[in-house]
């Protein structure tokens, strides 16, 4: 699980500036290690088109070996057959999820140490800490919870897989792994990048030369 997490992309129709399926394969040839489809906020895809899409991503995620994970929509996450499912505090309960994904993977939204138990009791497989920066891809994000929050959850629970999210750039994903993070969990570091392989590779380079370095 750990390693799966090293380089997490997250990403959704509205977060592309071209083609979602052309994103992900520069992103897939740039060394992601694990993808979120994760269609929300304005302008989003519904029902059939958004299914559709989904579909088409996970076709690619499928070829290269990548876990396909899905946010929020456990039914689209079963209906696919998808590798995994990432529900929020505020979505369908963790516990009932897993109850009805198997042994998919069950990935938790957490803000602090009591969230990440709770996850843990729930038998989530990660926890997805965040937004760790100011992050310009959630509109109701909750506030910055910084490196700190990162080293105080790792210094109580020392094996749980931990990705951070929100607002990590090329500048700041080594002092996140550093900080005791598993990988980094990015949507516009990759999105809004001019050359989204070679940015993708660079910041898969970042993570995985830290992660090495211990
Ligand atoms: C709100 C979220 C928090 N964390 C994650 C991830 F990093 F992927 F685990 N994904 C989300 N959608
Ligand atoms: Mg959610």
Do not use: W
């Not at 750990?2 to 979602?20: E, H, I």
């Not at 996850?119 to 994000?141: N, Q």
């Not at 996140?176 to 910041?203: F, N, Y």
């Amino acid at each position: 699980m750990k390693q799966k997490l090293s380089l997490y992309f997250v990403m959704g129709s509205v977060d592309c500036m071209k083609d979602p399926l052309a994103v992900l394969d520069e992103a897939i040839e740039g060394g992601i290690t694990m993808f979120q489809f994760r269609e929300k906020g304005k302008g989003a895809l519904t029902g059939v088109a958004k299914y559709r899409l989904a579909e088409k991503l996970f076709e690619r995620c499928l070829a290269h070996n990548i876990p396909f994970i899905v946010n929020d929509d456990v039914d689209l996450a079963l209906a696919l057959q998808a590798d995994g499912i990432h529900v929020g505090q505020e979505d369908e309960a963790a516990e009932r999820v897993r109850d009805r994904i198997g042994n998919k993977y069950l990935g938790v939204s957490v803000h602090n140490l009591t969230e990440v138990k709770k996850a843990l009791a729930a038998h989530a497989d990660y926890v997805g800490l965040g937004p760790i920066f100011p992050t310009v891809s959630k509109d109701d994000a909750k506030q910055a919870c910084g490196l700190t929050m990162i080293e105080h959850i790792r210094a109580h629970e020392k094996h749980v897989p931990l990705v951070a999210i929100g607002g990590i750039t090329e500048q700041t994903a080594e002092q996140v792994i550093k900080a005791g993070a598993d990988g980094i969990a990015v949507i516009s570091a990759i999105c809004r990048a001019e050359h989204i392989c070679e940015q993708t590779k660079r910041l898969y380079e970042i993570v995985m030369r830290t992660k090495q370095e211990g």
